[in-house]
């Protein structure tokens, strides 16, 4: 008996997330995580590149007409799973409004303006923004861990945003103007998740981020609408076409829903891992494929926001198995 009562006690401290597990599996959560956040880092390159020929206005209007229709028949198929009470549908709209149109108005705005790897490094940020939210609101009482990692991520964004903007094409205050866009997108999404929280517990995330990314599509149209209408489709190339599709379907309703689907199979600690390779696959994509290139001062940011973001989710203390995040 006293070595079962140890082996419960044992078990009991791992899930708590007192002791580390002593094995990892790897499993087709993982796997999906894993190609969500290759999708989602590679998707700030793609969208860049279509800006070419594609101003960001059309763009992104046309991206969430694509991106909401194609929704549509996900939640038919799983109309079991719709909201079923007030409150989880006001999250859903918070949601939508805050985290997919706020956050792609001024993301794709700011994108216009910065280069692919800022932004990507710059929107890494939002889950900070989430816990500052929680903490004004009285929700939940920020760790010492989460105050110091927000203050070096704020610093690397500084640095980012304040360093030598010489080695870029745009002028250094389209450069800031994007920065700051770019800003506001991460601030809009980590306020929506923040806000929507209190509404959605026991809700299925997939199907809240499909309610969500319509009711977002509907309320970038009047924003988008006269721009997207009058814009020349016909002389897009095939090429600038693809990467439109990539945005919309692959990097858009594919990811929200393998995303939200993965998460409850291994749990959300483990799940916030995967989201720290958004930045990396973002920057590295933006070097490889456009040329872009950090100033010492602008790496050293970037260094910094990476180190923050991980402080304030307490993945140093998970993956060394002092804490839990």
Not at 93 to 102: N, P
Not at 183 to 196: E, N, W, Y
Not at 217 to 229: D, E, T
Request: hydrophobic share 55%; charged share 10%.
């Amino acid at each position: 008996m006293p070595n079962s009562r140890n082996t419960m006690e044992t078990e009991r401290q791992v899930n708590a997330g007192l002791l580390r597990e002593e094995s990892f599996v790897f499993t087709k959560a993982d796997l999906a995580l894993l190609f969500v956040a290759f999708l989602w880092g590679a998707s700030f390159t793609v969208i860049k590149d279509a800006y070419r020929e594609i101003p960001a206005v059309p763009f992104v209007g046309m991206r969430f007409v694509l991106a909401g229709l194609s929704m549509v028949p996900f939640l038919i198929w799983n109309r079991h799973s719709l909201p079923r009470t007030r409150m989880a549908w006001t999250g859903a709209l918070v949601i939508g409004g805050l985290g997919v149109a706020g956050y792609q108005i001024l993301f794709s705005l700011g994108l216009q303006y910065t280069t692919a790897s800022k932004s990507t490094l710059i929107v890494a940020t939002s889950p900070l923004f989430t816990a500052l939210v929680v903490a004004l609101l009285g929700i939940a009482r920020p760790r010492i861990s989460q105050i110091y990692g927000m203050l070096v991520a704020l610093a690397g964004v500084a640095l980012l945003t304040l360093g030598d903007a010489s080695l870029s094409s745009l002028s250094e205050r389209d450069a800031l103007l994007g920065d700051l866009l770019t800003l506001g997108a991460a601030m809009a999404t980590g306020s929506g998740v923040a806000l929507a929280e209190r509404y959605l517990a026991g809700a299925d995330g997939a199907t809240i981020m499909s309610v969500a990314v319509i009711v977002g599509s509907a309320l970038i149209q009047p924003f988008a609408w006269r721009q997207m209408v009058a814009f020349p489709w016909r002389q897009v190339s095939l090429l600038a076409w693809l990467e439109m599709l990539y945005a919309a379907f692959v990097a858009g309703s594919l990811g929200y829903i393998l995303w939200y689907r993965s998460i409850p199979r291994i749990g959300a600690v483990r799940a916030s891992l995967y989201g720290f390779l958004i930045p990396v696959v973002g920057v590295v994509t933006a070097v490889v494929a456009l040329g872009d290139r950090l100033t010492s001062v602008q790496a050293l940011g970037a260094l910094l926001v990476l180190l923050g973001i991980a402080a304030a989710r307490g993945w140093f203390g998970l993956l060394f198995g002092r804490g839990k995040a």
